[in-house]
């Protein structure tokens, strides 16, 4: 009976210590973001209009219609100019089965079909062939957990779910160890792993970048500068 009295008392003096304790996932999202703060960005919590929502999801209780969204993170990148020709625009990434109006630019994209504005900033880049041509081309390379990327006249930003590629494969490599016999934690700790120290530590912030990059030349290079 002791016995248990003191572990109970140590289970209630741990336990509010280990809930705030950063988890694997805290770990990587905080690194990935300040790699993506050195790099220039600009990065904010934010959502995107879910284009596939459910009956339940698009009326409430009450009857009436309301806008599904998914939480996600936005990564702003400016332009370094004001490109005043451009149609400001955010294009969204179309699931399989979309359940709301879908006003498609391509195969994956396309804007909000209930956004009057949108649909005449799509009409605009319509006209444009050859800009959106090379624009899509660009898209497609997109990671593919970004939901949105949105056009500007100073920016361009990508609406990221910011998963972590290499995460699934740790959990596995974990589980190998431990059924080898290596010791393992007790059952109450968090899982190990450390926060990435540089870019090299982050394939998914490499990649997103790089097309982020090739995204910006190809606004200036058809929008009023040359790319860089």
């Given at each position: ?23 694997q ?5 905080t ?12 990065v ?7 284009l ?74 319509q ?11 660009v ?15 100073r ?59 090739s ?14």
């Amino acid at each position: 009976m002791e016995w248990f009295i003191i572990v109970l008392a140590l289970g209630v003096a741990i336990g509010p210590i280990l809930y705030l304790m950063p988890t694997q996932r805290d770990r990587y999202i905080t690194g990935l973001r300040a790699q993506a703060r050195k790099l220039g960005y600009t990065v904010q919590l934010d959502k995107v209009l879910k284009l596939n929502p459910d009956a339940d999801e698009r009326v409430t209780a009450g009857g009436s219609l309301r806008q599904s969204a998914v939480s996600c993170t936005r990564y702003q990148l400016p332009l370094g100019v004001t490109l005043n020709a451009v149609s400001p625009i955010l294009m969204l990434r179309i699931p399989s089965n979309p359940t709301i109006p879908v006003e498609r630019l391509a195969t994956h994209w396309g804007v909000n079909g209930l956004d009057v504005s949108q649909l005449k900033s799509a009409a605009r880049w319509q006209n444009d062939t050859g800009s959106l041509t090379d624009l899509v081309a660009v898209l497609d390379q997109m990671p593919a957990d970004v939901l949105a990327v949105q056009l500007d006249k100073r920016f361009i930003a990508a609406f990221w779910r910011e998963q972590n590629p290499g995460s699934q494969a740790n959990q596995k490599g974990q589980t190998n160890k431990a059924q080898g016999g290596l010791a393992q934690l007790p059952w109450f700790w968090p899982a190990s792993g450390k926060q990435p120290a540089t870019l090299d530590d982050l394939p998914a912030l490499q990649a997103l970048d790089r097309v982020m990059r090739s995204l910006l030349n190809t606004v200036k290079k058809h929008w009023g500068t040359s790319g860089q």
